[in-house]
């Protein structure tokens, strides 16, 4: 006779929590919103309905979450990306967005498809603007521009601008398969250190070492 563990298990809020935006980031990347369910949600969880709506409020408001949480740069990642030259940030900062998206492939297309257009959701773009503000000034802090003052806020203007370029560059390697992930990392990683030591160093005379 075997036993198994329990499916109900008491973790801490925090754990609880993580549980679910795991599942729900899996679930909706799987399946469009509507048709997921939040009974299902609960149970892939492994916890009672209720604990959905106390963590999250609504299905939405899950939903909603975890497009934030995949497409937000955390704070934490600054202090471990901030080291050696802007080439070297640049490779690193772009390797862990990388990473990011290959471990969540299915909900970052569903993401980013729905903001392309393809069903337009205001709530999804809103994050996604969000997104590229936070993005933009950690992007900086990243590469050691933190206190750059000329031409401040046209830099994180072409920093924005280069989200969209991550995005779609993304679908050309998860989707059309044209770039390889290398081709994708190289693209990105080159582009950004251009705008930062030649499109703004051209338009305001600063010139960061590489």
Same mark, same amino acid.
């Given at each position: 006779?075997?036993?198994?563990?329990?499916?109900?298990?008491?973790?801490?809020?925090?754990?609880?929590?993580?549980?679910?935006?795991?599942?729900?980031?899996?679930?909706?990347?799987?399946?469009?919103?509507?048709?997921?369910?939040?009974?299902?949600?609960?149970?892939?969880?492994?916890?009672?309905?209720?604990?959905?709506?106390?963590?999250?409020?609504?299905?939405?408001?899950?939903?909603?979450?975890?497009?934030?949480?995949?497409?937000?740069?955390?704070?934490?990642?600054?202090?471990?990306?901030?080291?050696?030259?802007?080439?070297?940030?640049?490779?690193?900062?772009?390797?862990?967005?990388?990473?990011?998206?290959?471990?969540?492939?299915?909900?970052? =297309?569903? %993401? /980013?498809? &729905?903001?392309?257009?393809?069903?337009?959701?205001?709530?999804?773009? *809103? @994050?996604?603007?969000?997104?590229?503000?936070?993005?933009?000034?950690?992007?900086?802090?990243?590469?050691?521009?933190?206190?750059?003052?000329?031409?401040?806020?046209?830099?994180?203007?072409?920093?924005?601008?280069?989200?969209?370029?991550?995005?779609?560059?993304?679908?050309?390697?998860?989707?059309?398969?044209?770039?390889?992930?290398?081709?994708?990392?190289?693209?990105?990683?080159?582009? =950004?250190? %251009? /705008?930062? &030591?030649?499109?703004?160093?051209?338009?305001?005379?600063?010139?960061? *070492? @590489?």
């Amino acid at each position: 006779m075997t036993s198994t563990a329990p499916r109900w298990r008491r973790l801490e809020p925090d754990q609880r929590r993580a549980q679910i935006l795991a599942c729900a980031r899996r679930l909706f990347g799987e399946r469009h919103y509507e048709a997921v369910s939040t009974t299902e949600l609960a149970k892939e969880s492994g916890v009672a309905r209720g604990l959905i709506n106390h963590y999250f409020g609504t299905k939405r408001e899950l939903y909603l979450e975890v497009i934030r949480e995949l497409t937000f740069f955390p704070e934490f990642a600054v202090e471990r990306l901030a080291h050696g030259s802007i080439r070297q940030r640049a490779d690193a900062s772009m390797d862990r967005f990388l990473d990011v998206i290959q471990r969540n492939r299915t909900m970052w =297309l569903t %993401t /980013i498809g &729905t903001a392309g257009g393809y069903g337009r959701d205001p709530d999804v773009e *809103a @994050i996604l603007q969000q997104a590229d503000e936070i993005a933009a000034d950690r992007m900086m802090e990243t590469l050691g521009l933190a206190d750059i003052g000329e031409g401040r806020e046209e830099l994180r203007a072409m920093i924005r601008s280069f989200s969209g370029l991550a995005r779609v560059a993304t679908r050309e390697w998860l989707i059309r398969e044209t770039l390889t992930r290398e081709q994708v990392r190289t693209l990105l990683s080159t582009t =950004l250190v %251009t /705008i930062i &030591t030649e499109v703004h160093g051209q338009m305001f005379g600063s010139n960061p *070492a @590489i």
